[in-house]
């Protein structure tokens, strides 16, 4: 599966953007799917991620409440709606195809597809 995100940009704090992470790929509506970020001199980091059928969706308390993660498998795309966006957010955003180890989740691919970048301003 091969991956590309979008939807970036710089935002003031409090804002909101959409991403969006178009597949290639006929198998994608049976991946289990997520987001990731890596800020600057950080280690990339688990936003959210949603069963294959979208029925389960899972968020880390850093974005809970204000991150919303879906997808439409007609279209082969996985969202991001963040709203109410602080400084700490600005990284860059992956989308992956995802599974459960060690009780984190982890790309399942071992491939990472272009990023998009989100700045917030303060």
């Known amino acids: 599966v091969q991956l590309q995100a979008s939807g970036g940009g710089l935002v003031q704090a409090g804002g909101s953007l959409r991403l969006s992470c178009v597949a290639a790929?006929?198998?994608?509506?049976?991946?289990?799917m997520g987001w990731f970020r890596q800020a600057p001199g950080k280690e990339r980091e688990f936003v959210a991620a949603i069963s294959w059928d979208g029925g389960r969706t899972y968020s880390a308390d850093s974005v809970k409440g204000r991150f919303t993660i879906s997808r439409d498998n007609a279209r082969n795309t996985v969202y991001l709606q963040m709203n109410t966006l602080k400084p700490e957010d600005t990284a860059v955003y992956h989308c992956?195809?995802?599974?459960?180890?060690?009780?984190?989740?982890?790309?399942?691919?071992?491939?990472w597809g272009r990023g998009t970048q989100v700045t917030v301003s303060s």
């Open positions: 790929g006929r198998t994608f509506s049976t991946y289990d």
């Open positions: 992956a195809a995802v599974k459960v180890a060690g009780q984190k989740f982890v790309n399942a691919l071992d491939a």
